[in-house]
């Protein structure tokens, strides 16, 4: 699993829920009173042989037998048959059905066919909580991002989880639980529904809406390492990034992906240990955050990691004020950097000072590309600035020549050394007519 996407493809899909299980639902027990919801009374119809909602004895005795199977297999083989047969039962009676099938393919770790009898439940009864908090639990495992219907998927589990909290919100407490038993209840399950709404907002890059709903559900349930790294996540690409809360949330995620021994502990520690070094230039204290994450689900007020500092000044004018500029587009591995600092460099001039390179043709007739280095020992060995030029006579320039140029912020090439292109180009006349100058009193190349 990893941030911006934690979706995994269906065959993974046993192995991911059980590991998510073991953090998320570990004490999860649905309360007979949160089954009440809804129109239907989800409490076992055992004993209620004279209850209306039964079509004949048979009928009954069917249930009853399915409800009384200790095997899970047998259990789910005879509620299949059970549906088969008798098409016209009651919703009521199919929704005792299902729900006792959802509960017993939970246990066998039939997540596939769980999730298709959490569908069919909810078309009998769409206040369904049971099946709507399975459904919104499964969702980010389930989810591809790549799917033609993606955008419908998002609706959807959308809907679920913000319809399963509207729900949540309504179920009273029964009278004989003490407010802290009727809390355990609720919180692990608002604790999945809005984990699920922030990683439907992460998926639709609504960042801020993604910190709110994801907050929420780790207020509920503080040790869900999804929930802490889709938070990270989304602080990391909010506008503007939020790196020390996101790095924080990364690193909780990894402390309870390492104490969980989960599937995703290498992935986990490798995003955060990449996002850490791209933004701090080091791993230098990554691990006193995590030692830190580890005993504290949130950072403490004044917590702040140290962005990367800009290069020491050299001496040289030129040189410092275009390392100012770009150092942060320099740091390799780090795609979200380059993507959140560059639209506010492109378009922007630029002027320096440096010595020639290099003048070759340029991609237009009458054009030069004008490689310069701003450092003059490293003139004839590499370059920082491409300036598009069409002045004339610029091929005069020669290796080692000092220019003094202006120009539009065009591109940048990371590799193989990093250097900025520059459109517009325009060198000091002067600094032309010299060269210029030197090319008449050097010999003629023989042809």
Known sequence: ????????????????VSAAAAQRRANFNLNAALLATGPMLYASPAGAAQASVWKSQDEYNAYMAMHNEKDNQKKVALAE????????????????????????LQQIGDSAKAIATAKDLLKIDPNNLEALRYLSFTFPFTFKPTDADAADQLSQGETNA????????????????SDEQFQAAIKPVRATFNSTVGFVALQRKDYAGAVTALKAALED????????????????????PDYSNGLWYLARADALAKSSKGADESQINKYLSERYACYHGSDDGLDAVKNQAASSPNPPADFQIAALAAPAPTGNPNVDNFNKLTYRLKVQGCPEIPQQIWPQLKGQPLGLGGYVNSVDPGPDPNTFLVKISLDQSKAASGYDIVLQDSQPKVDDLAEGDPVRFQGT??????????????TNGKINQDDIDAATAKAKTRPRRRK
Do not use: R
Not at 1 to 16: E, F, P, Q, Y
Not at 81 to 94: G, N, S
Not at 221 to 239: E, K, V
């Open 221 to 240: 349930n503080p040790n869900d390492l999804y929930a802490s790294n889709w938070l990270g996540t989304a602080y990391l690409y909010s506008t503007p």
């Open 162 to 177: 913000k319809h399963g909290l509207e729900l949540l919100g309504k179920v009273p407490k029964p009278a004989n639980m």
């Open 1 to 16: 699993m990893k941030k911006t996407s934690s979706c995994v493809a269906l065959s993974l899909l046993i192995g991911l």
């Open 81 to 104: 048959a059970f549906l088969a047969k008798y098409t016209d039962a009651a919703p009521q009676v199919k929704g005792y059905v299902y729900t006792e099938m959802l509960a017993t």
């Open 409 to 422: 912020i065009d591109s940048y090439a990371a590799t193989p050394t990093f250097s900025l292109t520059l």
